[in-house]
T-cell receptor, first 113, second 112 residues
């Protein structure tokens, strides 16, 4: 079945540091790929997504590129802020389907001032 | 904006009790989902529904049931709560033809 593997956390960075959170997936065909973010005490929010190979999703300074050849969708941000402290989830769903999201285990990010 | 609401943010129940978790969405979405979130395991799908009175099992349906009598409301039922059902429960919805789900704030359930 489909699966998503994320780098384990927690990750602690200083403000303005560069962020990478690795995500690789196993799926048949061409899934849609997502990054969701969960701020403390809240539900999940869609951060960005990409639906086909080489697409780059971006939002709030975060970026991730759909790499079919390496089955990866790594999340990056050039300069993190304290307000980026949250749990980040990589996820996939079969293309064009909202029937089921398969999530990674989540990565806790803490940004220190 | 899409709004998904859940009836409680925090809930404490005793073993053996029947527990109802309610989820309401205001955007006329066909699809609705219940997940549980546990540390180190991410989110796992319990049940989903793609129409009124329709339901399908997710990855971990054991010990749970669901009800969808109206399009905007999707209920998760724990017939006899057990301590291993202590978890964060998240509801989500999505419109047809898209692959983006919108999540509620979650209900943290503790079963003593």
């Amino acid at each position: 079945g489909d699966s998503v593997t994320q780098m384990e956390g927690p990750v602690t960075l200083s403000e303005e540091a560069f962020l990478t959170i690795n995500c690789t997936y196993t799926a048949t065909g061409y899934p849609s790929l997502f990054w969701y973010v969960q701020y403390p005490g809240e539900g999940l929010q869609l951060l960005l997504k990409a639906t086909k190979a080489d697409d780059k999703g971006s939002n709030k300074g975060f970026e991730a590129t759909y790499r079919k050849e390496t089955t990866s969708f790594h999340l990056e941000k050039g300069s993190v802020q304290v307000s980026d402290s949250a749990v980040y989830f990589c996820a996939l769903t079969p293309r064009g389907s909202a029937r089921q999201l398969t999530f990674g285990s989540g990565t806790q990010l803490t940004v220190l001032p | 904006d899409v709004k998904v609401t859940q009836s409680s943010r925090y809930l404490v129940k005793r073993t053996g009790e029947k527990v109802f978790l309610e989820c309401v969405q205001d955007m006329d979405h066909e699809n609705m989902f219940w997940y549980r979130q546990d540390p180190g395991l991410g989110l796992r799908l319990i049940y989903f529904s793609y129409d009124v009175k329709m339901k399908e099992k997710g990855d971990i349906p054991e010990g749970y049931s669901v009800s969808r009598e109206k399009k905007e409301r999707f209920s998760l039922i724990l017939e006899s709560a057990s301590t291993n059902q202590t978890s964060m429960y998240l509801c989500a919805s999505s419109p047809p033809g898209t692959d983006t789900q919108y999540f509620g704030p979650g209900t943290r359930l503790t079963v003593l």
